[in-house]
């Protein structure tokens, strides 16, 4: 099992940016697909962004395309992935998770997902 921890989260003005982290350890981040959820108060965990960790393919719901950016595991020795978020949006307050699977493929569903971080608070202030 790889052990998963989310930073960089905070409180932001509408139009700023923040870079969350997901810092692995126990496995090397670099073999596993790994995704971004978002979970608002009264809300479902929805899906952010996922890369595969196979051919580095990634993905990114509608709502965020274009603004955030997933790094790869293997652009860094740093067992750390990295969810740029840019031109910050109030609808973008959430608590952020990062979640890992050893599994081959780019996966979009929570449930897909085997390990999970504890979260950190992104707060976009209008």
């Known amino acids: 099992q790889v052990q998963l921890v989310e930073s960089g989260g905070g409180l932001v003005q509408a139009g700023g940016s923040l870079r969350l982290s997901c810092a692995a350890s126990?496995?090397?981040?670099?073999?596993?697909?790994v995704g971004w959820f978002r979970q608002a108060p009264g809300k479902e965990r929805e899906f952010v962004a996922a890369?595969?960790?196979?051919?580095?393919?990634?993905?990114?719901a509608r709502s965020v395309r274009g603004r955030f950016t997933i790094s790869s595991a293997r652009d860094n020795d740093k067992n750390t992935l990295y969810l740029q978020m840019n031109s910050l949006k109030p609808e973008d307050t959430a608590v952020y998770y990062c979640?890992?699977?050893?599994?081959?493929?780019?996966?979009?569903?929570?449930?897909?997902?085997?390990?999970w971080g504890q979260g950190t608070q992104v707060t976009v202030s209008s």
């Open positions: 979640a890992a699977t050893s599994k081959a493929g780019i996966f979009y569903s929570p449930g897909s997902y085997d390990n």
């Open positions: 890369v595969a960790w196979s051919s580095d393919l990634t993905n990114y």
């Open positions: 126990g496995h090397t981040l670099s073999r596993y697909a």
